[in-house]
């Protein structure tokens, strides 16, 4: 039995001023008679997390494989001159007819295109409805066309949409309501993020926390469900492995905490200026050329990715793989000011293709070379005083405040760079770091990534 206080009959005027519709809702919820649909939905949602598990593992096995097979190939270009044809020619026509193609296969299903993220979001809240069946192939195939060639984008919008169109497919399935149809597809999005970076906790918070903004005990079953068996499945298949090597970070002093605070301050600001750029970017890619079609245009940005991976392959790609070399301490800083200066651009670049993409891994990036130059900027004066701040773990702490500049949700980041690194060392530091970027961000008046985006679909191609 269920009892809703969504909204109450007459709301205090404290209740009314907080604007409690942009905040989590909370139901009660009452197990005193048993639910037979509740068990229905839960095992619906097992099953649908072990699909996701596969899905989403092999997504995930397809792009590391099928990238470090690209870039050996663009060393073996570099390396054999023997060819009529100059390498980075070569490179470029491969990976502009790649991601030109992954374009042209958005033409099947508009919302396929970009994250996916906004659009589970839009239909949590009623303006569209779930993505068909078609989107899946659409964005596996799509993703790893976009992202093999070096794309800055990451795998987890393809991976979490495809997972809510597992979600509402299995409820059609089994027969389930509606209602619960429509939670499965946000619910079990959940999975797919924790699928995508292996971290089973921060899934089931990013739905509570920025996709549905809603807490129930049903759905928190559901997600729960859903990611337990999810990273089961995955975990089993394809193994266990931290996507950060961070070593053996070390616990912060107290008295380095304020650095922190500082950090998230800045990371705040830099959040609001990189949800601009992407907007701008997107602006700036619809009034070039309009009348050209969109897999052309996409094609043009995946050739120059394809010269970038030629010359300079640190620059390219999700960005994974520099977080790590980065967290070794093998970037000088001259390296990470050119960096975060190409990356900066190259992020919202991707992302203006409408390709199959996500914007969490390439933002961890930025974040990570931020954090560490901080650190090495400050231990310029703060050596002499007998503090010594750690690169690394300003890096750690930064992903995680950039992550929430970004997007907005705090508890999601915090917990995505504890799962991806394997260390619950720097807890404080991240909190700290987190909510002070979260404040600045607010007080700036920026808005999450995920809104910006929400308001730019086309809502008329995914009404009911």
Known sequence: MTTRTEQPAEPSAEHTADHPSERPIVEDESFDEFDPGLVQLLLVSAFAGCLVGLAGGAFHWGLNHGSSAFLGFLQDLRTDGTSAIPGWLIAMLIAGLSVGLARYLVKFAPVAAGSGVQHV????????????????????????????????????????????????????????????????????????LSVAFNAPLSGAAFVIEEVAKRITVRRVLATLTAVATGMAVYRGFFGDQLSFTAGDVAQVPGTQLIFFVFLGMVMGVLGVLYNRSIMFAIDAYNGIAPSTSPWIKTGCIGALFGLLGYYHPVL???????????????????????????RWVLGPLSYTSGTPGGVFAPLLLVGAIVGSLFAQSLNLVTTDMGIILSPEAFALVAMAAFFTGVVRAPITGVLLICEMSGTVSLMIPLLLASVSSAVVASLLRGEPIYDSLRARMHLSDTKS
């Open 316 to 342: 390219v790609g999700s960005g994974e793989m520099q977080v790590n070399v980065l967290l070794a301490g093998q970037y000088g800083t001259y390296t990470l000011l050119l960096l975060l200066a190409v």
């Open 121 to 192: 979001e839009a239909v949590m809240r009623g303006d569209a409805k779930p993505a068909g069946l078609i989107v899946l192939p659409i964005k596996f195939f799509g993703g790893l066309l976009a992202m093999v060639p070096g794309l800055a984008l990451g795998r987890e919008g393809p991976t979490i949409q495809m997972a809510a169109v597992i979600g509402t497919q299995c409820g059609k399935i089994f027969g389930l309501q509606k209602e619960d149809r429509t939670l499965l597809y946000t619910a079990i999005a959940g999975s797919g």
